[in-house]
């Protein structure tokens, strides 16, 4: 089971940072990632990383999210600046392998951007 928190409104060029809690052994040795959905669209991936800490971002978000992860708490997190009215989605985690989401998608946590 993963859960998301920590979504909300935020003006155009402000921050947030999602939280994901992982039950326990979920997040071990894998890829942790957020994917988001917007409206009418497709869920896509914005970033993941590995168990080592490698990190790789979508196009759209370099430079400006941040993933990180505590495998102690069992926790993953994306610190998200800058942000734009097309990050406007419902953010989702999971872990991934070979592409693939592993887990049940939980609720997700709404970001909105907006003036």
């Known amino acids: 089971l993963m859960v998301e928190s920590g979504g909300g409104l935020v003006q155009p060029g402000g921050s947030l940072r999602l939280s994901c809690a992982a039950s326990r052994g979920i997040l071990r040795f894998a890829t942790a990632a957020w994917y988001r959905q917007a409206p009418g669209k497709q869920r896509q991936l914005v970033a993941k990383?590995?168990?080592?800490?490698?990190?790789t971002y979508e196009d759209s978000v370099k430079d400006r999210f941040t993933i990180s992860r505590d495998d102690a708490e069992s926790r993953v997190y994306l610190q998200m600046t800058s942000l734009k009215p097309e990050d406007t989605a419902v953010y989702y985690c999971?872990?991934?392998?070979?592409?693939?989401?592993?887990?049940?998608w939980g609720q997700g946590t709404q970001v909105t951007v907006s003036s």
């Open positions: 990383i590995t168990s080592d800490g490698t990190t």
């Open positions: 999971n872990t991934v392998h070979r592409g693939v989401p592993q887990q049940r």
